[in-house]
């Protein structure tokens, strides 16, 4: 069960990689200069000190899985429910892993039916034990199309959290397309 999660995990980071391309330095991206998606305040975050422009793939994946997958839990996830876990370590990298963790806190409160499926969750943005009690609890209950709308979810509050960034920041409506092409229903 580990070694499968494990290897679904490399998967996930390496269609990360894959998605976030090489060095990005667009005046316009809030995110500032980029090495495989991975900004240079999350580098030096984790310790890096050369330039962004030769920030190593090994790097970078070392950064997703310690900053993006262990830190946040969404490795648990993985374990419990793959397409969601994916999901939340790519919301994660784009948007923030406590965003990410918030939507899927959200959408599991939202889905508790009259709310005694499952404890209520304080919707905190860290996934703790509650929430991983919760996602099991609703994986149990609503079976296979739990995960489905889970994903169904979690995109559309991705998607409009992209509109609401559009429409306080007409500069950032050049990057609108392709936030939504390439992530939301991924």
Known sequence: MIEVAEQRIERILSDVIQAEGGY????ADRGGETRWGITASTARAYGYTGPMTTLSEATARAIYRAMYVDAPRFGDIVAIAPDIGAKLVDTGVNMGTATAAAFLQRWLNAFNDTGTRYAELVVDGQVGNKTLDALRAFLRWRGPMGTTALLKGINSSQG?????????????RRFAFGWVLNRVGM
């Open 24 to 27: 990005v330095n667009d005046a």
């Open 160 to 172: 409009d959290r992209y509109l609401d960034i559009c429409e306080a920041n007409r500069t950032q």
